[in-house]
C-alpha cells in the first residue's frame, strides 16, 4: 500500500522504517531539510539498535522529504508519529499533531484513512477528524482512525515488528479493514476496537507499567530499613502469574519519552474531568522523590560534595538510547554541581546530548577507568553492559574512596563481601558500610 508518515522522531521514523520493511511504499515526512538528508541518505538521527542496518535494507522502498503535499495528496493511509510533549500544567501538547492534521486536510486528493500513532488524550481523534473536516479542500473522503504505539526504546524495532499486539480503534468498518491489510504481514494479535477505548488502551498499559515500578521502588525502600533483600522478594513475587516477573526491578526511577509525559496526562486529565486516579498522583510523587535516592544516600558518607570528585556512570535514562528525557542524572549532576562536586561522567552514547545541557564545569570521560580514577564516590545511573560487566575491583585500586552507589543493582553483592568497597545499592544490605561511614 502507498503510506506517508507525519513526523520522523521515535514513532514516526521506526514505524515507517518497518512498514517499509513488511513491503509497503513508504514516504516519511519532516519539516528539518538537514534530517531529511541524512535519512535519504539511509542514516538514522536517533539512536536506536537495528534501525540503521533495517533502513538501508528497506531503502527501495522508503523515502524522506520535506514536501507534505506530494506525499499526502495520494496515500491511502497517513499516519502522524509527532511528539506530544507534555504542557506545565501536565497535559499533553497537541499543536504538532493539528498542524499535521491541516497539512494532511489541505493535500489529499483521494479517499483515506488518517491514523494516529501519536499518543494523544481521550477524545483527541474525534476532535482531529472534526478539524480535518473543516479544513479539508478536496471532496473526498477521509477517515481517521486510532493506533497506539506500545515500543520502547532500545528494542523499538523489535516491538514493531514483532508486536505484543496491534491495536485499531475505529467508528466504521472501513478504516479498520484498511488497517487490517497494512498489518496483515504482522504476526500480532489484532483488537478491533472503539476510538476512545484504543486511546485509553495506551494510557492504561503505559501507567500500569509506571505504576509497578514505583511500587516496587517503594517496597525496595523499606527493605533497606527492615533488612529484606529486594531480589529476593521480587524473584517470589514473579512465580505468581498474575503479577509477571517484569518492570520489577528496583531502582531510581523511571524516566524517558514516555512513562513520565503519559502518568501526567492521565493525571491531568483525570483531574479535568472532575476525576482522581490516586494511584497514578502516588505513582508520580514516588518516582520524582526516587530519582534523588543516591544523593540522599552519599550523605551517609559525606555532609557536603564540596570540592569532592564525583563519578557519574552513565547519564541516559535508560541502556540502548542516547535518549536524555526524565533521566536521573538531569537532577542528581546539576545537584552535584552546586554542592561544589567536581563531576566526571561517562555514557557510551548520551554524552554528546548531555554536553549540549552541560557543556562546562563537567569533566567528560571515554571510559570507566578514567571517570573513576581518584574518586571520592561513584554513582551508577545507568545499567549499561559496560557498567555491570566492569572489574569492579578496579573502583579498588582506582577510587580515591571506593564508595559505589549503585542506581541500578548492577552487581551482585557477595562480589564486594572480600573487597575493601563500599557498595550501596537498592532495597538490598550494603556491604562495607563500617568503612566510611562517619569517617
Sequence with gaps: MKI??????????????????????????????????????GESPIYEPGLPELMKESMESLCFTTDYRTAYRDAEVIFIGVGTPEKSDGSANLAYVYEAAKQIAQSVERDCVVVLKSTVPIGTNDKIESYIHDKQVND???????????????????????????????????????????????????????????????????????????????????????????????????????????????????????????????NWLANFNDNEIRTIRAAIEVNEN??????????????????????????????????????PSLVNVPLLMEDGAHVRVWDPVGEENFKKLFPKKIQYCSSIEEAISGADICLILT?????????????????????????????????????????????????????????
Design 4 to 41: 506517508a508518515v507525519a513526523g520522523t522522531g521515535y514513532v514516526g521514523l521506526v514505524t515507517g522504517v518497518c512498514l517499509a520493511h513488511k513491503g509497503h511504499q513508504v514516504t516519511c515526512v519532516d519539516i528539518n531539510e538537514e534530517k531529511v538528508a541524512m535519512m535519504s541518505r
Design 140 to 266: 473526498v473522503k477521509i477517515y481517521v482512525a486510532s493506533n497506539p504505539e506500545f515500543l520502547s526504546q532500545g528494542t523499538a524495532v523489535r516491538d514493531t515488528l514483532c508486536a505484543s499486539r496491534i491495536v485499531i480503534g475505529v467508528t466504521e468498518d472501513h478504516p479498520a479493514e484498511i488497517l487490517k491489510k497494512v498489518y496483515e504481514n504482522f504476526d500480532a494479535p489484532k483488537l478491533v476496537v472503539a476510538r476512545r477505548s484504543a486511546e485509553m488502551i495506551k494510557y492504561a498499559s503505559n501507567d500500569f507499567l509506571a505504576l509497578k515500578i514505583s511500587y516496587i521502588n517503594e517496597v525496595a525502600n523499606l527493605c533497606e530499613t527492615v533488612g529484606a533483600n529486594i531480589e529476593e522478594v521480587t524473584e517470589g513475587m514473579g512465580f505468581d502469574e498474575r503479577i509477571g516477573k517484569k518492570f520489577l526491578r528496583a531502582g531510581i526511577g523511571y524516566g524517558g519519552s514516555c512513562f513520565p509525559k503519559d502518568t501526567k496526562a492521565l
Design 290 to 327: 526516587q530519582k534523588f535516592k543516591l544523593v540522599k544516600k552519599a550523605k551517609k558518607y559525606y555532609g557536603d560534595f564540596l570540592f569532592l570528585n564525583v563519578a557519574v556512570l552513565g547519564c541516559t535514562f535508560k541502556p540502548g538510547t542516547d535518549d536524555l528525557r526524565e533521566a
Design 383 to 439: 545499567e549499561w553492559d559496560e557498567v555491570k560487566n566492569f572489574d569492579i575491583r578496579k573502583y579498588e585500586t582506582l577510587m580515591k574512596k571506593p564508595i559505589v552507589l549503585d542506581g541500578r543493582n548492577c552487581y551482585r553483592l557477595e562480589d564486594f563481601e572480600n573487597t575493601k568497597i563500599t557498595y550501596d545499592s537498592i532495597g538490598r544490605k550494603t556491604i562495607n558500610p563500617e568503612l566510611y561511614i562517619g569517617k
